[in-house]
């Protein structure tokens, strides 16, 4: 099994919308309604923005939203905030009890 | 509040054996499945392995498969990741993190603050 494709980095300024993708296979991303999304901060733990393809945590930000296309997901920050600037994972099931994370993205708020 | 504390992390030579330990509270233990992820020195996120509650089942990434057992105490609300023949590669913080319910992992949340493992001679 292959880590799921990310962009490396992505910016945007304040106030902008930018979006994140991710980009796995019918095996795992195209085939459950399990992507999930982590923002992660230098140093810290990973924390859950989006699981379900498109569902948010209660405490996340409206700002954030989830998609999916075939097999590729997406994270889409609207209305970009300075505190935003993170490093951002997905995750999907890819089946037989594993898990894949793509690469990771680090966001910069310009 | 929900928590999860990591302990056991440190330097280990190649070859040699390590056990994480993982505390939860705030919640009731036995009734999610957990999971060790794991990301070595400014690299991304690695799904290491999972467990279902009452240990029904266990999971592993093929990169671990073999070396590492994963178990949890429900009594002590502990999760353990037993790790045998360490490698260089095997050098990351481990995090734990709770899964959706007793028998689905599905994602990870909240997650612990890591436990730095370290295996150089």
């Known amino acids: 099994q292959s880590a799921l494709t990310q962009p490396a980095s992505v910016s945007g300024s304040p106030g902008q919308s930018i979006t994140i993708s991710c980009t796995g296979t019918?095996?795992?991303?195209?085939?459950?309604?399990?992507v999930s999304w982590y923002q992660q901060y230098p140093g810290r733990a990973p924390q859950l923005m989006i699981y379900?393809?498109?569902q948010r945590p209660s405490g996340v930000s409206s700002r954030f939203s989830g998609s999916k296309s075939g097999s590729t997901a997406s994270l889409t920050i609207s209305g970009l905030q300075a505190e935003d600037e993170a490093d951002y994972y997905c995750?999907?099931?890819?089946?037989?009890?594993?898990?894949?994370f793509g690469g990771g993205t680090k966001l910069a708020v310009l | 509040e929900v928590q999860l504390v990591e302990s056991g992390g440190g330097l280990v030579q190649p070859g040699g054996s390590l056990r994480l330990s993982c505390a939860a509270s705030?919640?009731?233990?036995?009734?999610?499945?957990m999971t060790w992820v794991r990301q070595a020195p400014g690299k991304g996120l690695e799904w290491v392995s999972s467990?279902?509650?009452?240990?029904?089942?266990?999971y592993y990434a093929d990169s671990v498969k073999g070396r590492f057992t994963i178990s949890r105490d429900d009594s002590k609300n502990t999760l353990y990741l037993q790790m045998n023949s360490l490698r260089g590669e095997d050098t990351a913080v481990y995090y734990c993190?709770?899964?959706?319910?007793?028998?689905?992992?599905?994602?990870?949340?909240?997650w612990g603050q890591g436990a730095l493992v370290t295996v150089s001679s």
């Open positions: 993190a709770r899964g959706r319910d007793v028998s689905r992992v599905d994602w990870f949340d909240p």
């Open positions: 705030g919640f009731i233990f036995s009734n999610h499945a």
């Open positions: 467990i279902t509650g009452s240990a029904a089942g266990t």
């Open positions: 019918s095996s795992d991303v195209g085939g459950y309604n399990l």
């Open positions: 379900d393809d498109s």
């Open positions: 995750c999907s099931y890819a089946g037989s009890y594993i898990w894949l």
